[in-house]
């Protein structure tokens, strides 16, 4: 199983960016699936889900700014991350927070001021 995230960048303060993460090796199909993040010298944590069923989640600041969806045909799951921030720069991964699977490379997001 892999988990591939792309669409990190560097990107200045208010800009936007669209995170792709294409899982090959298993169906997404009836997983919840989750984006997290982890900044340097911080601990890795979730910064929003989707529900197998589309039902969506988000924590912490992200709520109001990211958007979260799944394409089931494609076996993707996307971040659509509006009004960054400087605290949004870390790499962003995706899993399923119901565990099972290994954790790919992610992808760097960097925000400057």
């Known amino acids: 199983v892999q988990l591939q995230a792309s669409g990190g960048g560097l990107v200045q303060a208010g800009g936007s960016l669209r995170l792709s993460c294409v899982v090959s090796?298993?169906?997404?199909?009836?997983?919840?699936m989750g984006w997290y993040r982890q900044a340097p010298g911080k601990q890795r944590g979730l910064v929003a889900a989707?529900?197998?069923?589309?039902?969506?989640e988000y924590f912490g600041s992200s709520e109001g700014r990211f958007t979260i969806s799944r394409d089931n045909a494609k076996n993707a799951v996307y971040l659509q991350m509006n009004g960054l921030k400087p605290d949004d720069t870390a790499r962003y991964y995706c899993?399923?927070?119901?565990?099972?699977?290994?954790w790919g490379q992610g992808t760097q997001v960097t925000v400057s001021s």
């Open positions: 090796g298993t169906s997404i199909r009836l997983r919840d």
């Open positions: 899993n399923s927070p119901r565990g099972g699977i290994s």
């Open positions: 989707i529900t197998f069923g589309g039902s969506q």
